[in-house]
């Protein structure tokens, strides 16, 4: 058996090793920023002071006692790292841009800087650790006791001491020890490098210790299976039938909420960071310490089962089966693994906890009572700080050891730890508005967090000395002046739940419900709007917005405040910087909002945003910060980004029509070349006649020897060429009074099929001469279609007609078909000619446009398809070339039909 | 990501994580320990490998 005084002597040796490491840490850190004491592996590793005795001895007791649910609490956990990008990533990205120092700090800062919400979360923090602290001095004294007492030799110096005693004297050591190495000076960022180093390297002792014990169980065991099977022949079943019921969902919830929420957790995973990449190996790492952490316990808890004597304390199995087993150095080791886990929990739970008490209730309290800044302090307000802060670490461990002392007679570990949960967890709705819900509101959060924690004190935290007072447990039964349906452990008539899972309900729903509903019927305030913008757009945004509009502080009043604050030589150092950057003197520096803002974000790392706002608010402008100007100024900034939004729409608007403008210019231009162009083919058409002409009468008029019949002939050219230019002006004023739509045209239901046939008929003569075949298709039944008959007619008289011209095959053929389509009349008229090449297709209807191949010769003005296709297009009706069903060109009329003759 | 995070709640509540609760042994192990310890796994590894694909961002970008 090893002896108590052996024991504790080990203890006492163990955390004197913690300091040194502590301090050589923290030494370390400061002269080399870039050591391995800032590398992501002693990040994930300080991170594990998530495992805490908890862990180590009540992971067991619990698996023993019911099954798996130890697990959701490492779940729960690992699901948040898990999904590390969503949450920690925004809260280390925000801490960082706000120097943020705790859970209370955060809130207050996000909803307005709001010093009370700030108290009302510390206090809520303090009192729901209470049971928490409780938990590691009651293992760290069973674990003594486990180890030391079971024989009257072992006491030692310890008999006579009863475990009340011990515990004390647990608590005033660690009291002593954190105020030792957690209080030597304040920092910048509240960032504890020795500490972290310190309870990375518990981690490591802790899960060595565990891993050992747990190799040696399996081993002595004779494997998994082994014990397993063995464990089922004694009637030993790890009782899964009701794992996953409320109590299994309420512990995965509570235990995601804390691994954000507590204090200490808060502390390491966001303050304590340095650099966000951490967070990455941090994701799988921590997941994977935990899982490490957890896959011997169950064995453990099931060959102890197996093993020990009915009425053992499972919670101490790790330490009890090595002992049993006479292996005294592995028992030992297995302690010193369970005090490592119970030292740094409460160090760094203290420490956060007394700076959220510092900073939030001293630091305010002193700022509203201390009248103007008092000269000659020098370091006070730092001086005062850690004063502060050694009061609190006291008052807090104290608390814990109260809660200890009025709970010592239950037994199990983790229900206490459960406890504490609960309350921490009353945090997270409001945390998780303030991190991604604009419009939550301080008013709503703070009756949130209010409700939720008055609920959590009646449902969860007052059963707890049920086993003290009869009153309690009076109460807990009929419920407070009788009423029943005020009990504790079965508000509103909802009984046979398991009490966790009620209090984690009741507490939970009321603080959600009151948030939302609350914070949609309340405004925010300006400050309250400002901030919710920085922290809700914390990725959009790079630094915080200064919330000092005009710096009517002189550089001395500022001086005074931040070397009050943060000593002398660093607040020296700032304004030399800020003088140096701005290229004037020291003494001179005029301040601008930047460099308060600046001050200000200084001062929250060390006394929190709210007693900083305070206290520079005090200065500043003499401490008349108008709200209604930084909410102007939200404003114009807002403003600013609509218009600039506006301005991008519109030039976006004016580039467009810039555009079409330009479109618009081009087709103009090319209309205009298209009127000269055609001007000077009119021009050109209508010369080669009036030259032949004017040369005919020339000669003519010469008196000369000609004779009759060379006279007659030189008339009739004469008279040819004329009515050719007569017939060429008639068609461009045919064409142009189309174009214009001014002609007298008639439009009244006129049948299609008639006017082809006439148009047939009229061809017929041309056709013969040509000696060209018609081909009849299939035709459409009588037609009527809206315009003008004789229009239509000479339409498809030009369309035969250039089919005939410019056919010069051996064997013309011209087929014509007609059909009615989707109430469409359509005409088709094909040939068998020699086609009209693809690239000329649009060419074709253009004016004095005449087929390659027929060359001039064809007595056409080359006006006939731009005038067929005017006409169709006023009958609404198009003119198109289409690939046809013979060798050559195809046309195709389409007109719309109006109803049947 | 988010559907890691997604599926991992979504494999450790009642109903997905019932069915696989049963008096079965694996290797001697009871069923639903090696099925939780399994999940737990795959999360781990399934982060690290994301987490290794996805580019570092100094900038801050929110997706």
């Not at chain 1, 009915?310 to 028992?331: C, E, K, R, S, W």
């Not at chain 1, 757009?537 to 604050?565: C, H, I, K, M, Y």
């Not at chain 1, 004016?654 to 618009?664: D, V």
């Amino acid at each position: 058996m090893l002896s108590a005084d052996f024991v504790i002597a080990t203890a006492i040796g163990y955390v004197c090793l913690l300091f040194v490491l502590a301090y050589f840490g923290d030494r370390r850190a400061r002269a080399n920023p870039r050591s391995w004491l800032n590398s992501p592996a002693v990040y994930t590793l300080s991170i594990s002071v998530y495992c805490t005795s908890w862990t180590f001895y009540g992971a067991v007791g619990n698996a023993a006692r019911s099954g798996l649910e130890f697990l959701t609490i490492y779940l729960g956990p690992t699901l948040v790292f898990v999904g590390w990008y969503f949450l920690l990533r925004r809260l280390v990205r925000i801490s960082h841009l706000h120097r943020i120092t705790s859970v209370a700090d955060l809130l207050s800062s996000r909803f307005g800087k709001s010093s009370r919400l700030g108290v009302l979360v510390t206090c809520i923090a303090v009192v729901g650790i209470a049971p928490y602290i409780a938990l590691q001095l009651k293992a760290v004294t069973s674990s003594i006791q486990a180890i030391a007492g079971s024989s009257e030799f072992g006491q030692g110096s310890l008999a006579g001491i009863d475990d009340v005693g011990l515990a004390f004297g647990v608590a005033a050591g660690m009291a002593l020890f954190t105020i030792l190495f957690g209080t030597r000076h304040v920092d910048a960022k509240e960032q504890h490098h020795g500490v972290v180093a310190a309870i990375a390297f518990e981690a490591v002792v802790k899960l060595a210790a565990l891993v050992a014990v747990g190799v040696f169980v399996v081993f002595i065991g004779g494997g998994f299976e082994a014990i397993f099977s063995r464990a089922t022949e004694q009637g030993i079943v790890v009782d899964t039938t009701s794992s996953f019921d409320s109590r299994w969902i309420t512990t995965l919830v509570l235990s995601i909420a804390a691994i954000v929420c507590l204090p200490r957790q808060f502390q390491v995973t966001v303050v304590e960071n340095s650099d966000e990449n951490h967070l990455r190996v941090a994701g799988w790492a921590f997941p994977a310490y935990m899982m490490l952490m957890s896959v011997f316990i169950l064995p453990i808890a099931i060959y102890g089962l197996t093993v020990m004597p009915q009425g053992a304390n499972p919670d101490m199995f790790a330490l009890t089966l090595p002992l049993a087993a006479g292996q005294n150095g592995l028992a030992l080791f297995a302690f010193i693994g369970g005090f490592s886990s119970a030292t740094s929990m409460i160090i760094l739970e203290s420490i956060a906890l007394s700076i959220m008490v510092s900073n939030h209730i001293i630091m305010p309290l002193v700022l509203r009572f201390s009248t103007a800044p008092q000269g000659g302090e020098g370091q006070g307000v730092s001086r005062l700080l850690l004063t502060a802060r050694r009061l609190s670490i006291v008052l807090i461990l104290s608390l814990g050891f109260f809660y200890f002392f009025f709970t010592r007679d239950s037994d199990a570990l983790a229900p206490i730890g459960l406890i504490s949960f609960t309350a921490i967890a009353q945090f997270f709705p409001a945390l998780l508005a303030a991190i991604f819900w604009r419009d939550a509101s301080l008013k709503a959060v703070s009756a949130a967090i209010l409700a939720g924690f008055v609920i959590w004190a009646w449902c969860c935290f007052l059963p707890s000395f049920q086993s003290v007072s009869p009153a309690v447990s009076q109460l807990l039964t009929s419920g407070p002046w009788g009423l029943s349906w005020l009990r504790p452990e079965a508000m509103f008539g909802l009984t046979g739940w398991d009490p966790l899972a009620h209090a984690a309900f009741w507490s939970l729903s009321a603080n959600v419900v009151i948030l939302t509903l609350g914070s949609l019927l309340t405004t925010p305030s300006a400050l309250e709007r400002i901030q919710a913008q920085a922290f809700v757009d914390v990725f959009r945004r790079g630094t915080p917005q200064q919330n000092f509009v005009r710096g009517s502080a002189t550089a001395n009043d500022l001086f005074f405040v931040a070397e009050r604050v943060l000593g002398e030589r660093r607040a020296a150092a700032l304004f030399e910087v800020e003088a140096r950057e701005s290229g004037v003197d020291p003494a001179v520096l005029d301040p601008t909002p930047e460099f308060i803002g600046r001050l200000e974000r200084e001062l929250a790392g060390s006394i929190g945003a709210a007693s900083a706002h305070v206290m520079l608010s005090k200065v500043v402008a003499g401490g008349d910060v108008s709200l209604e100007e930084m909410m102007q100024m939200a404003d114009e900034t807002q403003h600013a980004i609509e218009y600039s939004q506006q301005l991008e729409r519109t030039s976006a608007e004016l580039r467009l029509t810039a555009r079409k403008l330009e479109e618009a210019n081009a087709q103009l231009r090319e209309l205009d070349s298209q009127k000269d162009e055609f001007l000077s083919q009119v021009s050109h058409e209508v010369r080669t006649p009036m030259t032949s002409i004017r040369s005919f009468s020339e000669i003519l008029l010469e008196p000369g020897e000609l004779d009759q019949s060379q006279r007659q002939r030189f008339v009739s050219t004469i008279h040819q060429e004329s009515l050719r230019l007569t017939k060429l002006l008639d068609e461009i004023l045919d064409l142009s009074a189309l174009e214009r739509g001014e002609r007298n045209w008639q439009s009244a239901p006129v049948d299609a099929e008639a006017a082809l046939d006439r148009a047939l008929l009229v061809c017929d003569a041309l056709l013969r001469q040509k000696g060209m075949r018609v081909e009849h298709g299939k035709r459409a039944p009588l037609t009527m279609v809206e315009g003008d008959a004789d229009r239509l007619c000479q339409v498809f008289i030009n369309l035969i007609s250039n089919a005939v011209k410019y056919n010069n095959g051996s064997d013309p053929v011209v087929r014509i078909t007609s059909a009615l389509r989707t109430g469409s009349y359509v005409v088709d008229i094909a040939d068998n000619g020699p086609g009209i090449a693809k690239s000329d297709g649009k060419l074709i209807f253009e004016k004095f446009w005449r087929g390659v191949s027929g060359g001039g010769d064809q007595g056409g003005a080359g006006l006939g398809l731009a005038i067929s296709r005017q006409i169709v297009a006023r009958m609404n009706g198009t003119l198109e070339l289409v690939p046809g069903p013979l060798s050559g060109a195809c046309f195709r009329v389409r007109l719309p039909v109006v109803g049947r003759a | 990501m988010f559907l890691l995070t997604a599926a991992g709640l979504l494999l450790f509540l009642p109903p997905i994580a019932y069915i696989f609760n049963h008096r079965i042994a694996l290797f001697g192990v009871p069923q639903i320990v090696v099925y939780l310890f399994g999940v737990w796994f795959a999360l781990i590894g399934g982060t690290a490998a994301l987490t290794a694909r996805l580019e570092p961002d100094s900038a801050g970008d929110d997706s």
